[in-house]
């Protein structure tokens, strides 16, 4: 493996980076691990502490009307087009340090590289307030309000406590009739987020870097098996219409079929049995079923399969099966353009190349939709992540930092790239 040959100032720089995200792990809802949701109060801490870092830069940041901080860069002229970098700042429970939060961080260490230097471009920070779906069940709450996709009834879905997301805009201190005002209103020239692989790839090839060529499609159900609850102790066996043990068949199902196909990976991620006690045969189970592949066509094929033995298995069983959607997102390539780029940047800044695919989600695959979108991986030891053990190299920081200022001077010498203001 090679990594830049850094300065001085840019490994302090680095140092600097995983300081701050250690920084805004404090800020949770829980005492003894890291949990930030969607304008949970911890936020505002977030902000703060995000603020103050971009004061020496004479930077303010804004809080726009679903709670994404937007923090802007001038360019060479104060008309000059923006290219957005960013990533979300809320977590999922039991969270690492990293996930999310270390795209933020990095693009304001990019600012900070600059010192006071100006592209053809601006540059917009954004802290996307929600993308991991953990509070209502939706993800990308943050980014869907950059591309205008945050509709009434996304507003009226509830969290544990009944609180709706409008309500929780309103808690938070914002004002939910300025959300289309989140929404781009110019073409900026492009999106550039880095993240935290997620996974073992980069670790087994020893490399710190990759460019992302693409983010699988995702398909996230709600499901519900229903039966009957009764006494578990004067119940026969051959009598009972079980839910759980329905729901326990069909989750054996979801795993052997996904491991028939390549590529696919299928995950019964939360389930929850009522009425609940020892004593009483489950009536009612929930759960939520999370489908991912590259290729959209055998994505939709598992799920109709998938559901389909779901019926099945209640049909037998005297229970009735049912389902319904929360996300239905197609794979999404990144930019041809912004992708060459960062292949250039990681080679000059002394890394060895790789392109991979991304099997989790990310806020560039809601941004993709408006705006030409790049993603540079940084490795995940261990390939762990969603987990407090999650990790980063501090030598890998460095990498990206270098490769980071290389791309931003390669495409502010980029014709093509330049040339895409104000598309139709």
Known sequence: MSVPIASKDRKARAREVLARCDALARFSEDANSLRRTFLSPPMHNCHAEIAAWLKPLRISPKIDGVGNLRALYQGAKLDAPRLLIGSHLDTVPNAGKYDGILGVV????????????????????????????????????????????????????????????????????????????????????????????????????????AAVEAIVGQTRLALRFLGKANHAGTTPMDARYDALAGAAEWMSFVESHAKQISGLVATAGSIEAKPGATNVI????????????????????AVQQLTGRGTEIAKNRGLSFQWSGLLEQKAVPMDDLMTREIEAAIRNSGCELHRMTSGAGHDAMILAERVPSAMIFLRSPGGISHDPAEKVLLEDVEAAIEAGMQLLDRLADSKEFLGRVYRA
Do not use: M
């Open 106 to 209: 990095l693009a304001i260490a990019l600012l900070e590289e600059l010192e006071g230097r100006c592209h053809p471009f601006a540059i917009e920070i954004v802290g996307f307030s929600e993308e991991e779906g953990v509070r209502f069940g939706v993800p990308f709450i943050g980014s869907r309000a950059l591309v205008g996709r945050i509709e009434d009834d996304l507003l009226e879905q509830r969290d544990w406590n009944g609180i709706s997301v409008r309500e929780a805009i309103q808690q938070f201190g914002l004002d939910g009739r300025k959300i289309p005002e989140a929404k781009l209103t110019h073409d900026p020239l492009g999106y550039l987020e880095f993240h935290i692989e997620q996974g073992p790839v980069l670790d087994k090839l020893d490399r710190p870097l």
């Open 282 to 301: 489950p009536g009612e189970v929930r759960l939520t079923l999370d489908v991912r592949h590259k290729s959209d066509e055998k994505r939709s094929r």
